[in-house]
């Protein structure tokens, strides 16, 4: 068995068993709208150099009766993936999506944060991060975030081959599903803010209807201050905004609750990418 057969076999697993999530409607079906479907590099722009360590190898695919992770995704059949940067802003809502890696003391930070103001997030998890750090990956279910695919390894996607990104994807799913049980409802791919043609094309072949990108860019990741980052996402956001945000950076947990305070000023509600989504 291949490894995307793998994947998109755990994904049809997974939905079979979990057609809802109790709380914020994590379960249910997205329809994005196709018309938010960016226009993507060229594929011939892509290097044939992987980077970085591959992921492991495949293993027997968990049964579906352990698939109760928020955030699992609805069986796709291998079309290439839609591409959203935006949500639809027809309700005070806001999605908080965080690239999760980095340093886990800084995550258990943030995490408790999160857990004081009642904040549900969905947390774009790193394949390799999650196999060092299960228990954080479980307090992440546990606490009622949804857990989405940031690749295996945090390459550089638009450097890759068709190859190594179909790799990168099974691997960061690979990863969820052996850790949570299963493989997640969204993919986002690393060191690139719009997906590449290859990028949707794989994404679909792994199950993934959608790839999700973000149109609030809160730039933690250059480290610039709690205030910065504050500013960067308080001066900007609206109703049906995707918000991009990282573990591992201290800006990012002093930042938090101003960040929360604001949108609550503002009548907007910090939700999932599912319930977002949401008909």
Known sequence: MD?????????????????????????QE??????????????????????GTAP?????????TTAAAPGTTT??????????SSGPGTRPQVALTFHTNGDPTLATALLDRLAARQVPITAFVVGEWLDQHPDLGLRLVADGHELANHTWSHQTMGELDRATIAAEIAGGAEALVRVVGGPGRWFRPSGMEIASEDVLVEA?????GTVVGYNVDSLDFTDPGADA???NVTSVV??????????????????????????????????????????
């Open 204 to 208: 679909g072949l792994a199950g993934y």
């Open 238 to 279: 609206a109703a049906g905004d995707i918000v991009s945000l990282h573990f591992g950076h201290a800006d990012t947990v002093a930042a938090i609750d101003a960040i929360v305070d604001h949108l609550e000023r503002s009548g907007l509600r910090p939700v999932t990418l599912s319930t977002l989504f949401a008909p």
């Open 75 to 84: 069986a796709h059949d291998g079309r290439p993936a839609v591409f959203v």
């Open 30 to 51: 997205a329809v994005p709208d196709a018309s938010n479907r960016a226009a993507a590099p060229s594929a011939d722009q892509a290097s044939t150099v992987p980077q």
């Open 3 to 27: 490894r995307r057969t793998f994947v998109a076999g755990a994904i049809a697993l997974v939905a079979g068993a979990c057609r809802s999530d109790a709380g914020d409607g994590a379960g």
């Open 229 to 231: 980052v504050r500013d």
């Open 56 to 64: 492991p190898a495949s293993t027997t695919p968990a049964t579906a």
